[in-house]
């Protein structure tokens, strides 16, 4: 840990991954005080019954597919995939851990903050608390880990881009699909997006040099 604080001091001093890892702090501050003042939950509740109005069954049916990615089934799937496929086993212990350590921060910070599901919106059923949400936040983590690996790995300058633009989407589509179905308000899904990125962030800092013990791959 010590190491870890030392690099990212370093960072700070070059200037080079300090902003993309400061702004995330501070939108999570901003949230906290959105969340405590007032009229944050009329300004989530307007937002979820304008998307509520896009329902059909057509994009119910591609919102269904889209967010079953991320559920632990389907995350336990790529995982072993990972663990079968991938000779460097470092690699997939890495991607296990990841989804591990994100998966047990969402229960703690969801424990701790308690907040109910927006029940009269809700199209599909879903338990547990609503804030932060765990897909947003397991999406971005762990589907932002395997593009940081696939960065790493894939050498065609073409393939790569795909493969980033691809599960950029999927991240994206995964956050809004929880909207779509009303499970969560837009402030969850907010602050999933931001912890995720910042456990992303901590992670694969923490997986370079521990893991890894390297710079690179």
Sequence with gaps: MKKLIEDVKKDVKDNKSYIIFLIP???????????????ITKCD?????EISKLE?????VVMGIVTSMCKPVTLLLIVLFCLVVLKNKRISIGITFCLLFTGIMNLVL????SRQRPLQYMLIDENGYSFP????MVSIAF???LIYIGY?????????????????LLITI???SRLYFGVHYPTDVLAGLTFGYVLLYVYIKLFSKYILKEKSL
Excluded at 152 to 168: G, M, N, P
Aim: glycine fraction near 8%.
């Design 174 to 176: 995964i956050a809004f």
């Design 45 to 49: 509740n307007y937002i979820l019954s």
């Design 110 to 113: 969801k424990a701790i903050f």
């Design 152 to 168: 790493k790995l894939i050498k065609k300058k073409w393939v790569r881009t795909t493969y980033i633009i691809v599960l950029s």
């Design 25 to 39: 702090l501070i939108i999570v501050a901003i949230i906290f005080c959105v969340i405590i003042g007032i009229g």
């Design 56 to 60: 059909n069954y057509n994009l119910t």
């Design 133 to 136: 949400s765990g897909h947003s």
């Design 143 to 145: 589907y932002g880990f």
